[in-house]
């Protein structure tokens, strides 16, 4: 295959070269142009360097370079898709809820093209994409190194053509938004304004078997002194069996029992064995205040699986390296610190709110978010510690 293309690039560059003698280069961007078309060849077929497939592109610009009148045009149509995976990735990450719309950077991939084309430089607009992407070009160095013979790591250097891709992405939308970015293998969690790092923590993620799921979605409120609404599941498989060991348990840990009505029910004098994980037509609401498994605050966005990022009373395990503890839920190293620079001007509540004696307060405060805010939760097994250290993560959920 390699032979094919550069007998089919000799005969090509022959062509351009008599169209140039002929003065016939002067309108056209890569036909007469033999440097260029020879620069975008050599880009393509190392394409791989850059964390790209090179299969992706020269089949259309092997036909490009047979098409005879519409051959500048065809290998100008390449040229931009190939720059715009270098832009923006060949890929994003796979989200299982994709809520959020994301105002992406404002690059002008077919001008620059052109511009770079013309200045004989197509591969200083590759490096150009790099230099605007900083974990990209840290990915590539290390691509690089895990692709040499004395080196070669097959995982490893697919993860990081993957990683590349997804971090491009992650660079444009990141451009011009503000963005919490969770990735559930790092425990993780940075926020961004228009690709100015802001906030980073430690966060705690679901376990393997109550896992988090990956979503992009728009911040609705912020809830100080919140509820906790707990999850059918979790009354199913770990409350009733307790019910049943105690009839007290719901109100020695601060647990409402609630009826279809939303009134308050008293189960302590009742016969416990006539409820069962089939039959138990209540709904639990646990108190408000500092030891309630939400904490003081709780960071709302639609989803689907009904997870939220919220505060924590467990404040020593952030400690832990290993942090895969919740149901679900991302728990918040840093929630007060998170809450007030999602709120911006709207933060007067949240800034009058007494978090050391948050006994006072008998309900929750609910704050509307008015300052767009996206938040991803996404999974990736390569990302940067808080040095900025490339790392590979454990695949805790055994994902494809």
């Known amino acids: 295959m390699k032979i094919i293309y550069t007998i089919l690039l000799l005969v090509f560059v022959s062509i351009q070269t008599y169209a140039q003698a002929d003065g016939n280069a002067s309108n056209t961007l890569f036909v007469g142009h033999p440097e260029r078309v020879t620069a975008l060849d050599s880009l393509f077929t190392n394409a791989q360097s850059l964390g790209l497939n090179k299969l992706d592109y020269q089949e259309a610009y092997a036909k490009a370079i047979q098409s005879g009148t519409h051959a500048d045009s065809l290998l100008l149509k390449v040229a931009i898709r190939f720059f715009t995976h270098v832009a923006n990735g060949n890929t994003t990450p796979k989200l299982q809820y994709e809520g959020a719309h994301f105002n992406k950077n404002e690059y002008d991939i077919p001008e620059l093209v052109k511009t770079y084309a013309r200045g004989n430089n197509l591969g200083g607009l590759a490096r150009y994409f790099t230099l605007n992407a900083k974990e990209v070009g840290i990915i590539l160095d290390t691509l690089q190194y895990y692709m040499d013979a004395n080196h070669f790591d097959k995982d490893k250097v697919q993860l990081l053509e993957k990683a ?31 690709n100015k790092l802001k906030i980073n923590m430690r966060v705690i993620v679901g376990k393997s078997w109550t896992k988090t799921n990956t979503l992009s979605s728009l911040v609705t409120r912020i809830v100080l002194n919140p509820y906790w609404h707990v999850p059918g ?61 939400l904490g003081l605050l709780k ?44 709120l911006q001007e709207n933060r007067k509540e949240i800034d009058s709110f007494d978090f050391v004696n948050p006994g006072k307060y008998s309900k929750p405060q609910y704050i509307n978010v008015t300052s767009p805010t996206q938040v991803v939760i996404w999974y990736s097994l390569v990302d940067f510690d808080s040095n900025g250290k490339l790392k590979f993560y454990k695949n805790i959920y055994n994902k494809k």
């Not at 491009?168 to 228009?194: G, Q």
């Not at 919220?310 to 918040?332: A, I, Q, T």
């Open 164 to 194: 590349a891709n997804e971090f491009r992405w992650i660079s444009s939308i990141r451009s011009n938004n503000k963005i919490i970015l969770v990735n559930i293998p790092a425990a993780h969690l940075n926020a961004y304004d228009s």
């Open 233 to 293: 599941s979790i009354i199913r498989k770990e409350m009733i069996p307790k019910f049943k060991n105690d009839k007290a348990y719901f109100s020695k840990h601060g647990y409402t029992v609630l009826d279809a009505a939303g009134k308050s029910v008293d189960l302590s004098t009742a016969d416990a064995s006539a409820y069962s994980e089939s039959n138990f037509p209540f709904s639990i609401r646990q108190h408000t205040g500092a030891y309630n498994s």
């Open 299 to 342: 960071i709302e966005f639609n989803s689907p699986s009904a997870i939220y990022l919220h505060d924590s009373p467990e404040k020593k395990l952030f400690k832990n390296e290993s942090r895969f503890y919740s149901h679900g839920c991302v728990r918040l190293e840093k929630p007060i610190e998170l809450g007030k620079w999602i």
